[in-house]
């Protein structure tokens, strides 16, 4: 579903990715692993267009996102949830859910998925008209995803979803994230947390300083020694 290809992406002399490659098979979760400034976050926003590559390919679909404007990357069925949540504070929790749908023509099928949401994060429904203010940093991410699946996506894309959240909070997040991937959800995973997302991915890559050292399926590289050594501390 997902190519990138020899992606390279820069900030001013810095290049935060240098010949990145990798795929992302549908229906999976495919997890992107890595230390804080590995490069993950880049990856991600080079993908959905908030951030425009030096050099290399991404494709999605068939279509080529490589240089394409962040509102097509989402009609073309491309979600991302960013580090931080990115939600509006000042307006209510249904008025952010509204916002992931803007970009959908029928009205009736976006109102279902909200009812979706909502059946999925039970503690929204009960804080619809509240404001998002008010809610706590596990809702918070809960609403983030919620906005995101308002978009009807192909491929969700989560960076650092269990940053900042109690254990019983991530939790309860990855339980959602495996229930979305059982229903055919294609999921692509930025993670500090090397143990978690192994557990819950089919396939990882891992990133050092903005290249791509390693790939294959999350079981290999649980076992492989250098992951082990580098990210679990072990061996």
Do not use: C
Not at 80 to 96: A, C, D, F, M
Not at 131 to 149: K, N
Not at 207 to 234: E, F, I
């Amino acid at each position: 579903m997902l190519r990138v290809d020899e992606l390279v992406t820069s900030y001013g002399p810095v290049r935060a990715l240098d010949g990145v490659s990798f795929e992302v098979e549908a229906a999976t979760i495919t997890a992107v692993l890595g230390a804080n400034g590995a490069g993950k976050t880049t990856l991600l926003r080079t993908i959905n267009g908030l951030v425009r590559p030096r050099g290399g390919h991404v494709e999605f679909d068939g279509h080529d996102l490589t240089r394409t404007p962040v509102e097509r990357v989402v009609r073309l069925g491309v979600a991302h949830v960013p580090e931080g949540r990115g939600v509006i504070t000042e307006l209510t929790v249904e008025e952010n859910l509204r916002l992931g749908a803007l970009w959908r023509r029928d009205r009736k099928q976006a109102q279902a998925s909200m009812e979706e949401v909502y059946e999925l994060f039970r503690p929204l429904a009960e804080r619809r008209s509240r404001s998002v203010d008010t809610l706590s940093g596990g809702e918070r991410q809960m609403l983030a995803v919620g906005r995101a699946l308002m978009s009807d996506p192909k491929l969700l894309m989560l960076d650092e979803p269990s940053l900042g959240l109690a254990p019983a909070v991530v939790e309860s997040m990855y339980e959602t994230f495996g229930r979305l991937h059982r229903e055919g959800l294609t999921i692509l995973l930025a993670e500090q947390s090397i143990e978690l997302a192994l557990e819950v991915s089919d396939f990882a890559t891992v990133l050092q300083v903005g290249k791509s050292v390693l790939s294959g399926t999350a079981a290999a590289l649980a076992q492989d020694p250098q992951v082990q050594k580098a990210y679990l501390g072990v061996g």
